[in-house]
């Protein structure tokens, strides 16, 4: 006769985009859910797939061991949480916030006596559920917690626990989003310069898709000069070489009629660095320029 394992019900307080996804990813894998949202008109459908609605943000936190957030930001999860009793509750807080927000919730909520999780979600609503689609969260902060809960965690999607330092799960998402919002700016820019041209856009976004595709191997790279402070060991291009390069990268910007306020911080850095002769590194030693104990 086959064993059947019952599933620990989980507490979600938060139902925007994100959390109703969460919430409809626990449903769909059969674990009890107990539901909570500031405006009660987000419950219904989720009440009418098996969830169960909560009358008060202490009520559902009073309902499940595994308590999770996701909220507007780290002051709604304070207020949310005022009045709930957390004694004795793992408390997962995937609100979007700062490394501090997190580390200092962390002691909040210890406070409260309960153990604490913070959550980066690398993933948009659509990908949660979705076992292929590559959405994960980073979590950090009570290990224990975490191994207890991985399994439900892993339910909705990709759970990676990257430390016991709760700012930690903030800090990789923050990361993360940085460099992706820097490409996401030199894509524009490349746009707007081809635009208006006789290049056909659509055919253009594959050579560029592919292009910075085989520029990413150039992380690792930096990853190792990072570590051994030495900056010119696998240099291909060398700073001076990209400095000059940047002369036509601007001058091309101001022939297409192109504003290069999105290249301009990036040049104006690696001229500072090569103005304090690093010419034969490569670009990995801006990185010394923006830390405030290096720069």
Known sequence: MAEHTVKSRISLLGLGDMGTALARAWLAAGYPLTVWNRSP?????????????????????????????????????????????LEGRDLFNVTTGTPGQARARAEW?????????????????????????????????SREAFGEHREALSAATGAVFVGEDAGL???HDVALLSAMNGMFAGVAHAFALARGEDVRLREFAALL?????????????????????DYTTGVVSNLAMQVRGNRTLLRTAEEQGVSPA????????????????????DGTGVVDLLSASRG
């Open 41 to 85: 008109a987000r419950t219904g459908p989720l009440a009418a797939e098996g969830a169960d609605v909560a009358a008060t943000a202490a009520e559902a936190a009073a309902a499940s061991r595994l308590v999770v957030t996701c909220l507007l930001d780290d002051d709604s999860v304070g207020t949310v949480l005022a009045d709930a009793d």
């Open 262 to 281: 999105l290249l301009l911080p990036y040049a104006e850095l690696m001229e500072r660095r090569l103005a304090r002769g690093h010419g034969d590194e």
């Open 169 to 171: 799960a903030d800090l």
């Open 209 to 229: 898709s592919d292009w910075l595709t085989a520029m990413t191997a150039g992380v690792h790279t930096s990853a190792e000069q990072l570590e051994s402070g």
């Open 109 to 141: 909520a210890r406070g409260r006596g309960a153990r604490f999780v913070s959550g980066g979600i690398m993933a948009v609503p659509p990908m949660i559920g979705a076992p292929d689609s590559g959405g994960y969260v980073f979590y950090s902060g």
